[in-house]
């Protein structure tokens, strides 16, 4: 495969239109590019020839300086235990949950990009799978953090794994949280295998255009010595489809699993079958709203909007829409669901929920942002307009949170009134979702640096046939 | 905010460094005895050799600690039988005592103390005792507690620095030298009121040394009115004894006779006791309770809301001052001549009272009794001794007997008199024991300054460095024994003595009054026990005169009460009401409008003598749930009036938090700053209440108040002229904020109906009223089917089974138009989807074969007076955790009392605040009716669910099923994910948010179960029902195997049977009206399947499908039809 010299002088002109080649016919790749071009301005980032942006380094140190808040809150709440936070009882579960759904909501889109979309031959995930593959993995990381945390004991998290150890601890399998931890301990496994089997044919692009010996050095063993041979593709597709399919239940149960936590309880609300499609909806809504919130500034400051087009964005905006409309239909059957049931306590605790209770406001606050403000998403022009997108997904953002933020305060209102109580998170807890916020941004950062944050396999063979491409005829398809 | 409160006590505190931090000499020559090699360079100035030996030093105090003598076991001598003989003494198995515990007015409640490794570590009542029965009160419980508290003074001080017991008593004997040729004119004692034989046997002596010496007694909150009526009555000071088991109807005259004052224990028993409605023959045979028809019935009228009225049938809610009128009022209409006229007319609710009470009162002749509170004037005792009269109680209900304290006093002269000689200078030697007169005086006495400038001798002997004790107030001060730690005698409300005794050596010397005296008046010993043996001894020649003196004081000892020491019965005059008439006998007038203000003792605290006792300032008040301060008690409609809030508004609430108004109070010109304001429904209009007892300003760590807890000194608004109601009060317009920790904000059931109740009537038409679950659901009624116990069963108890074989007539009418259904739908009984328990034992089902440990609450009989709470935290090593943590909704208790308002309507079982469609400003309006509301108790502990929902959540197997049947919580699997609490529909599950339990500060650690666990931070605990006792019993049954086969105690299945009744939770222990019973289901004979099988009970969210093992029976009252709306 061939591939231009790169040049130090920052070439522009390198990567500009090829009038000679007709546009992508469904107009997901813009910008007249060839194989070359296209490889080398995704390559050129993590080379080191792109300069970096002024942008990168103001996202890069709020990230790390928001990190280093993470590592304070972590010291702090490990000094003195869980009382550090604003917990009490009856509402045991605080925003250490809320943060830990949250982020594997988010978590959700990636493989769902990848693998899902892939399956199902969308041709536009070949443009948001790398990245978004990258938001799942360290998605789920800051949420892998809550659960540990979060526990009065944290140092005894293995107990959660059916290790065997001569004293017998061994897990309770009846729990969600057992669940839980499977669950979330599969899916991190499969997409960060599922993203880097993915990455390989990329590292090897990077090898073969290294600048110095480090490059050279570190991508290289990334790389895992692709030669670019048959016998490599035909593996690596085979490899790459059987991900796939491992990663599409995977999509399904984890957010399935999660809702568990709250489904099999008996608490009022919580104790709802609506709950697995709900939460796997939700996952799906906040996940492409943050794939949205990712691809805007990389094609802001990458000027990626070549290969992240209006199309793409588009499309990641429907889904939105679609998905979105799927959880304001839950939010419809929890309340049908507590009123039809005749259940005295569920109501009750609806009407407390939305109405009379202390939290009210946090209802709406969540209707507003997850239900109504969607709805603009219905307008074209509103979804072509990347600062509309941004603010609607941002809004998805605040709407997630406080949906499950709705799920948790709901145990200040459960069956005796005796013990009903309100909640109010402390400062440390702001400041561990400050922290994980601040890792996501670090690491996140770093990728785009030093990753291919498009995938070039694929967008190569994404570009029409006239280009060198394969049409966009994804690895899939050959791997019989 | 960072955890402030959270943290852990400052300073660890040992006992063993104060001496040597004193550096006293008794420290040196220990030291030097110990040591008498290094002496020398012990004094010397610091030398190389010194240095040297500095690491050496270390080791040398870690080995002096063994010469403490505090850490000696306390049998140095033989002192003590055993209760329970063991066979031998075995370390683990721990020893009971019985001693007695003086309180209000030194009027003991006898105790039965348990010891392990020498360690008193937890009291119950003793139920021999005629003051306890054994039930206890929550003081009594907590005061092993003050046992260790590390703040307790160690050390005796003489201006302040640290000095000896010899030089104090040389001091002391050259006074009294002086003293001698002066008859001791310039001697007086203040004492608390002493009921003790034999310090009043000392202080006799003293007195034929000493003539002109004075003995006087102060306790701020006493019962001179009631002495005072008793003597304008009868011409002789008397005690009332009512015997409330005889009582049919009582009147309660803003009286809380169930929860506080010296007999309260036993008069909750006896009164609750005819409260306990039983349908089964069986269960009224073993006298569970009573038949329906003969309930008592209990009238109230009272200002602040109280227990006592919260438990009544009828409750008429007055300003204090108008108690007076009422009892007027119903006087003249019992036509009792000699009555003033009533000048202002009483409130349209209470005229109306008056006819149907009369009524009631006089159809009871013989069986009714008019009671008044210690806050009412002397008229109001005397008008009741009159109504009693009349109504023929004297020598049925209500019993004279000589007075039981050993000086009868009247404690406001007392301590007026002795501030005017102190002021004259007629004061030489000045001793204070115990009491702590310069925090609790009436304000315009202005003790502490007179104290200051009296140039007497004064000293002071307490247990704590308090106000009283400041240097310069007195200069000697002493420490004294806590009543663990020393011999003593103590008599109850009816006169019965009791020894108490030692359960361990005086942890750092404290001294006690007996010693004191026996060392002044050089009896030749000044050992507490050779005193009040030799007192004993004299009282055996005289009496018994039969037997060993030995044998009999030891049976004295074990038994915890001395026969025959019973007050005599006196036998009284008609009553003279001339001095109603008597300006010097009333009570100054109170301005009849405006606010007026009670003061009445803390519900926990009491006088404030209990401040330093974290157990008891951590137990939720009965009835306004707050702990860790008081504050100004105002009904709704008076805070609607003044402009007073609660931060929810009193329409709802919250668990831990209430943001509460701070305002100042103005009474006669002397003005408390600022005082939270809290509102509580059922108060009186126009009326504040203000407990006494916080607000301390020195006397331990946890009394003081910081500005952020422990409340508001009530005592500086007390005068003479008001010391219990003061007219004319002046309340500022709210400044500040205040946060209360008040464990329990919401009070509206909510239409829930977690408390079932119902009428006699209500009850009489529908037996299985109670069993109508909240939740309209498939399983209405059936739920009962959860019901223990088998058809057999039920016969045996003289009840229907509701699921006999023969569905046609199956338990339960029908309402009309309701289908008549031909027996219950079996598939929803128990309403799983699983089939029956398919493990069998000997053909039946397994889980009737072991044991099944089961629980019940009888509503009806729970005054809510919270003692299981602190009997929990006692037995279960539950940590305190400050008010800063309950405020954050963190509080540990293993058992809570739950306290709800309602307000009835016409329809039975319905509630007009609980409703949901009963909200916002309706529902604000509502709670102002004072006289409409009333007042449910619940203790909520762990249900111990059959399928406990904390069990299947749990992701290691922490929570795990015992085979009994027991919700077991396993400590060490535990790591904290919390979820388990989450899914407890009851909430009673408790998490160490971070480390509560105190591993720091050593005398706390001694206060400690060794038989449960201390748990650490990150943990989850909850109620286990005393599994350790459960586990005792196991065992000492299997011990016993021979013994109990030989008596024919087998079961079913030919093992040991634990006979009912032999283990007892702790709270039920505890428990003064005896409202739980405790034991195994799957015994035929056990109380609590009696209980069980009773139509009235029911499992508290039992519509969940958990399968409550704890259960309830509805509360039942027995309000007077004849009697108006709004009180009923």
């Known amino acids: ?480 | 905010m960072p955890p402030k409160a959270d943290q852990q006590h400052d300073d660890p505190e040992y006992f063993q460094s104060v001496d040597a931090w004193m550096n006293t000499t008794e420290f040196s020559d220990l030291m030097k005895n110990e040591f008498p090699d290094d002496a020398a360079e012990w004094l010397d100035p610091v030398s190389r050799r010194q240095f040297l030996t500095v690491m050496g030093a270390s080791v040398a105090l870690a080995g002096a600690i063994g010469c403490n003598p505090s850490l000696k076991p306390a049998s140095a001598k033989k002192v003590v039988p055993y209760v329970r003989q063991p066979d031998q003494m075995l370390p683990g198995v721990p020893l009971f005592f019985a001693t007695a515990f003086a309180q209000q007015g030194g009027i003991a409640s006898g105790l039965i103390v348990k010891q392990t490794e020498g360690r008193p570590i937890k009291a119950e009542g003793n139920p021999n005792h005629p003051s306890s029965l054994g039930g206890a009160d929550a003081a009594a419980l907590a005061s092993i507690l003050s046992l260790y508290d590390p703040d307790r003074a160690k050390q005796i001080k003489f201006n302040g620095t640290a000095s000896g017991y010899d030089k104090f008593i040389t001091s002391i004997k050259d006074e009294l030298e002086k003293q001698k040729g002066k008859e001791g004119e310039g001697v007086r004692f203040l004492t608390e009121p002493s009921t003790s034989p034999t310090f009043a046997g000392l202080v006799g002596e003293f007195a034929k040394r000493f003539p002109k010496a004075k003995w006087l007694q102060y306790e701020p909150v006493n019962r001179d009115n009631s002495a005072k009526a008793h003597q304008a009555a009868f011409g002789k000071p008397v005690n009332a004894i009512v015997n409330f088991a005889k009582a049919k109807v009582v009147l309660a005259l803003d009286s809380d006779f169930l929860t506080s004052g010296p007999s309260a224990v036993r008069s909750a028993r006896d009164f609750m006791h005819n409260r306990k409605v039983r349908d089964g023959k069986a269960a009224l045979k073993a006298g569970d309770g009573v038949a329906l028809d003969a309930m008592n019935r209990l009238y109230s009228v009272e200002s602040m809301l109280t227990n006592s009225g919260a438990v009544a049938d009828h409750r008429l809610p007055l300003k204090p001052s108008q108690v007076l009128d009422f009892a007027k009022a119903l006087a003249a209409k019992l036509g009792i001549v000699g009555v003033p006229a009533v000048t202002p007319k009483l409130p349209d609710l209470a005229e109306k009272w008056l006819v149907p009470l009369a009524d009631d009162l006089n159809a009871h002749k013989g069986s009714a009794v008019v009671v008044v509170g210690d806050a009412q004037p002397a008229e109001v005792h005397l008008l009741a001794l009159a109504i009693n009269e009349k109504l023929g109680a004297f020598k049925s209900v209500l019993t004279f007997i000589e007075p039981v304290e050993s000086k009868p006093a009247d404690h406001f002269a007392d301590l007026k008199n002795l501030t005017e000689d102190l002021k004259a200078g007629k004061v030489d030697l000045l001793f204070v024991l115990g009491g702590n007169p310069v925090y609790d005086a009436p304000v315009d006495l202005d003790f502490g300054k007179v104290l200051m400038s009296s140039k007497a001798v004064k000293v002071r002997f307490a247990t704590h460095e308090d106000e009283t004790a400041i240097d310069g107030q007195c200069q000697w001060f002493v420490n004294a024994a806590h009543y663990l730690e020393t011999w003593g005698d103590v008599r109850g409300h009816d006169g019965t003595a009791s020894i108490q005794q030692p359960l361990i050596a005086p942890l750092s010397g404290g001294r006690s009054f007996l010693e004191l005296f026996s060392t002044l008046l050089d009896l030749g010993t000044s050992d507490p026990l050779d005193v009040v043996q030799a007192q004993w001894h004299k009282h055996f020649d005289e009496k018994v005169k039969t037997g060993d003196f030995t044998a009999w004081w030891e049976k004295c000892l074990r038994d915890g009460v001395i026969p025959g020491t019973a007050a005599a019965e006196t036998t009284v005059a008609t009553v003279k009401l001339d001095a109603l008439n008597d300006a010097s006998f009333q009570t100054p007038a109170i301005q009849a409008d405006g606010l007026q203000l009670q003061f009445l003792p803390d519900p926990m605290l009491f006088d404030g003598r209990y401040a330093n006792n974290g157990w008891l300032q951590e137990t939720p008040k009965p009835i306004t749930k707050l702990t860790w301060d008081n504050a100004a008690i105002v009904s709704p409609g008076t805070a609607a009036r003044l402009g007073i809030v609660n931060a929810f508004g009193f329409t709802g609430g919250e668990n831990g938090r209430t943001v509460a108004d701070m305002v100042s109070l103005t009474v006669n010109g002397r003005t408390l700053d600022k005082v939270a304001v809290f509102i509580l429904p059922g108060h009186a209009d126009d009326a504040i209440t203000l407990h006494l007892g916080h607000g301390r300003t020195r006397g331990g760590k946890v009394a003081v108040a910081q500005g952020y807890g422990t409340g508001f000194a009530a005592y500086k608004l007390r005068a003479t002229m008001g010391l219990w109601i003061a007219g004319n009060v002046e309340v500022g317009k709210p400044t500040e904020k205040y946060f209360l920790a008040c464990t329990q904000g919401q009070y509206a059931m909510e239409s829930r109906r977690p408390v079932r109740h119902a009428t006699v009537e209500e009850f009489r038409k529908d037996k299985e009223f109670a069993q109508v679950p909240a939740q309209s659901a498939a399983e209405y009624k059936e739920l009962r089917a959860l019901t223990p116990g088998t058809p057999e069963d039920f016969e045996r108890l003289g009840l229907k089974h509701p699921h006999a074989k023969g569905h046609d007539s199956h338990g339960h009418d029908h309402a009309a138009g309701e289908e008549h259904h031909a027996g219950h739908d079996k598939r929803i009984i128990p309403l799983s989807l699983y089939p029956e328990n398919p493990s069998k034992v000997n053909g039946k089902d397994a889980s009737t074969a072991y044991r099944r440990w089961a629980l019940v609450v009888d509503l009806g009989a729970c005054t809510g007076c919270s003692v299981c709470v602190t009997a929990c935290v006692s037995e279960n090593n539950i940590p305190v955790v400050g008010k800063d943590t309950v405020t954050r909704g963190r509080a540990m208790h293993w058992i809570r009392v739950d306290r709800y308002f309602s307000m009835p309507n016409d329809e039975p079982m319905s509630d007009d605040m609980g409703s949901a469609k009963v909200q916002g400003a309706k529902r604000s309006e509502m709670v102002k009716k004072s006289d409409r509301i009333r007042t449910h108790f619940q203790p909520v502990l762990c249900q111990q669910c059959e399928k406990a929902p904390c069990e299947v959540v749990c992701p290691v197997g922490a929570t795990v099923h015992s085979a009994d049947g027991l919700n077991d919580m396993a400590y060490n699997r535990c790591v904290g994910t919390r979820y388990c609490s989450n899914n407890c529909p009851y909430k009673v599950r408790r998490f160490n948010f971070i480390q509560y339990a105190d591993y720091a500060t050593d005398s706390l650690k001694l206060v400690n179960n060794p038989e449960v666990s201390v748990r650490t931070r990150g943990v989850m605990e909850k109620c286990t029902y005393c599994v350790q006792r459960i586990r005792n019993a196991e065992m000492e049954t299997e011990r016993e195997f021979d013994k109990r086969k030989a008596a024919g105690k087998i079961d079913q299945f030919g093992r040991p049977k634990i006979m009912d009744g032999e283990i007892v939770t702790a709270c039920q222990a505890a428990c003064p009206a005896n409202a739980i019973s405790f034991g195994d289901l799957n015994d035929h004979d056990s109380a609590v399947l009696r209980a069980k099988a009773e139509d009235h009970n029911y499992g508290l969210l039992a519509e969940l499908n958990v399968m409550p093992r704890t259960s309830y029976l509805a509360a039942i009252r027995n309000p007077n039809p004849a009697m108006p709306k709004g009180g009923a």
Not at chain 1, 258 to 268: G, K
Not at chain 1, 395 to 412: D, K
């Open chain 1, 1 to 480: 495969m061939a591939t231009m010299t790169p040049s130090t002088n920052l070439g522009t002109k390198l990567y500009e239109a090829d009038t000679k080649f007709p546009p992508h016919p469904e107009g997901l790749v813009e910008g007249n590019h060839n194989l070359a071009t296209l490889g080398d301005k995704i390559a050129d980032v993590s080379i080191q020839i792109t300069p970096t942006p002024k942008a990168w380094w103001l996202f890069f140190l709020v990230g790390l300086t928001l990190a280093q808040g993470l590592v304070a809150g972590v010291g702090y709440l490990f000094y003195l235990g869980t009382g550090v936070w604003g917990i009490n009882q009856p509402v045991a579960w605080g925003l250490a949950i809320v943060n830990f759904v949250w982020w594997i909501g988010i978590g959700h889109a990636g493989t769902l990009i990848s693998a899902i979309l892939l399956l199902m031959h969308q041709k536009w995930r070949t443009s948001l799978n790398r990245f978004a593959e990258a938001m799942t993995i360290f998605a789920v990381m800051c949420a892998g953090l809550f659960p540990i945390l979060h526990m009065g004991r944290p140092w005894l998290a293995y107990w959660l794994y059916p290790v065997p150890v001569n004293f017998a601890a061994w897990p309770q399998f009846r729990s969600p949280l057992c669940w839980d931890v499977f669950a979330v301990t599969t899916y991190f496994t499969v997409s960060a295998v599922f993203w880097y089997v993915g990455l390989i044919p990329d590292f090897a692009v990077l090898r073969d255009i290294a600048r110095n010996k480090l490059q050279r050095g570190i991508y290289g063993m990334l790389a895992m010595g692709w030669r670019g041979s048959a016998i490599h593709w035909r593996r690596y597709e085979k490899l790459y489809l059987l991900l796939a399919g491992l990663g599409t239940p995977l999509v399904f149960s984890v957010h399935t699993i999660v809702s568990f936590d709250f489904a099999v309880s008996i608490v009022p609300l919580w104790h709802a079958t609506i709950f697995p499609p709900f939460f796997v909806a939700g996952a799906i809504f906040a996940g492409f709203a943050m794939v949205i919130w990712l691809a805007v500034p990389l094609r802001q400051f990458y000027g990626m909007s070549d290969f992240i087009t209006n199309k793409h964005m588009d499309f990641c905006a429907k889904v939105m829409l679609g998905t979105g409309l799927l959880v304001s239909y839950g939010y419809f059957c929890e309340v049908w669901m507590a009123w039809y049931s005749h259940s005295q306590i569920e109501w009750d605790t609806t009407m407390q929920r939305i109405w009379t209770g202390p939290y009210w406001w946090a209802y709406w606050v969540l209707i507003l942002t997850n239900t109504i403000i969607p709805q603009f998403l219905w307008i074209d022009r509103i979804r072509k307009n990347m600062m509309a997108l941004f603010l609607i997904a941002f809004s998805v953002h605040i709407g997630m949170w406080f949906e499950r933020y709705v799920i948790i305060i709901t145990l200040s209102r459960d069956n005796l009134p005796s013990s009903w109580g309100r909640y109010a998170p402390t400062e440390w807890d702001y400041l561990l979702f400050l922290g994980t916020i601040g890792m996501f941004i670090t690491l996140f950062s770093l990728f785009v640096r030093f990753v291919p944050m498009l995938s070039i396999t694929e967008m190569r063979e994404f570009l029409p046939k006239a280009q060198g491409g394969r049409d966009g005829h994804a690895v899939m398809e050959n791997a019989k």
